[in-house]
Antibody, heavy 119, light 109 residues
């Protein structure tokens, strides 16, 4: 059974770079033609799609975040990562990772990790 | 900036039927937007219900169904149960990028 788990610092200072990793277990990140994505949810607000990476390495980003976002994959560790630069308090959110494609949708999801931007 | 709009809130009686819609600021929603629907309860991660307009996951209760309705994506809950009270989000595909809907709070009363 495929499982995803987010990890990374829970507190990041303003203007610094937020870095999160999603570890995939129960399957290989490079064995099938899936996308691996990041989604976030500010406290009390709705979901926001951040971006995705295809198993081959192609990336797709939310236009409103594109200048600050980098998503990468490390097949040797079966992980993919999110970097969000120049963060502000508005980037405080629960960050989720998920696998997706057109033929099976967005599943599974990680449990989510809260990242707070504060000095 | 593309906006995907959902009803802010809907109330339904137990055993009743309710339809949630998902509209795109770019025009009519078609199957090419690969609509997804998610359920989220407080403190929990979203749970996928529907993908590619009308396809259900193995865990999706039969009372949930997805469709296209009047130029929008739609999620219909038939025979609503108390445990269906939750926030529901749609997700649309825009040629490489995705946009979540604004969310609908469904209250079972």
């Amino acid at each position: 059974q495929l499982q995803l788990q987010e990890s990374g610092p829970g507190l990041v200072k303003p203007s610094e770079t937020l870095s999160l990793t999603c570890t995939v277990s129960g399957g290989s990140i490079s064995s099938s033609s899936y996308y691996w994505g990041w989604i976030r949810q500010p406290p009390g607000k709705g979901l926001e799609w951040i971006g995705s990476i295809y198993y081959s390495g192609s990336t797709y980003y939310n236009p409103s975040l594109k200048s600050r976002v980098t998503i990468s994959v490390d097949t040797s560790k079966n992980q993919f990562s999110l970097k969000l630069s120049s963060v502000t308090a508005a980037d405080t959110a629960v960050y989720y990772c998920a696998r997706h494609d057109f033929w099976s949708g967005y599943q599974p999801w990680g449990q989510g990790t809260l990242v707070t931007v504060s000095s | 900036q593309t906006v995907v709009t959902q009803e802010p809130s809907l109330t339904v009686s137990p055993g009743g039927t309710v339809t949630l819609t998902c509209a795109s600021s770019t025009g009519a929603v078609t199957s090419g937007y690969y609509p997804n629907w998610f359920q989220q309860k407080p403190g929990q991660a979203p749970r996928a219900l529907i993908y590619s307009t009308s396809n259900k996951h193995s865990w999706t209760p039969a009372r949930f169904s997805g469709s296209l309705l009047g130029g929008k994506a739609a999620l219909t809950l038939s025979g609503v149960q108390p445990e269906d009270e939750a926030e529901y989000y749609c997700l649309l595909y825009y040629g490489g990028a995705y946009v979540f809907g604004t969310g609908t709070k469904v209250t079972v009363l």
